[in-house]
């Protein structure tokens, strides 16, 4: 009896040794800000994401080259934050998408309504975010305006 004692008590001291950090939380990695959106929200709106891609798309087909996209922005209020997790990188575009509800997910049904430009309007030249590895790279704030749904190939040439 007491052998297994000491054998159950050795292997927790070792358990306990090799967790020399304790259960500390993961650390985020990614970016967070708030999204600020103009205009009335259409009602045909299925919903709002934010997408990172590493490198800016030259032609339509580039877009399906994202590295990710968010969950779904809740809409309803004009500040709205968000959290969208990356690998650790440097991302040369940020632009919210829209998506036209009641379609199938198409090039035809989505619409960008904005990018990230650190700071200037919706629609000023696209800013670069570096992610560094367990680390959140905060104050990534974009603005999304409804009032120009922008075709993907409008976007693309904004962007050149």
Request: aromatic share 10%; glycine share 10%.
């Amino acid at each position: 009896m007491h052998k297994h004692l000491f054998q159950a008590a050795a292997l927790v001291a070792l358990v306990c040794l090799a967790c020399s950090d304790g259960l500390e939380p993961v650390p985020f990695q990614g970016i967070s800000g708030t999204v600020t959106f103009s205009g009335e929200v259409p009602d045909s709106t299925d919903w709002v994401r934010l997408v990172a891609y590493r490198d800016l798309p030259q032609q339509p087909l580039d877009l399906l080259g994202f590295a990710a996209f968010s969950d779904t922005l809740p809409l309803g209020l004009r500040n709205r934050d968000y959290v969208l997790g990356l690998d650790a990188a440097e991302y040369a575009w940020l632009p919210l998408v829209w998506k036209r509800k009641d379609v199938p997910l198409s090039p035809e049904a989505l619409r960008v309504i904005g990018w990230y430009t650190g700071g200037g309007g919706p629609f000023d030249p696209p800013q670069p975010v570096t992610v560094d590895p367990n680390a959140e790279t905060g104050d990534v704030d974009l603005t999304g305006d409804f009032g120009q749904l922008l075709t993907a190939e409008e976007a693309l040439e904004a962007i050149q």
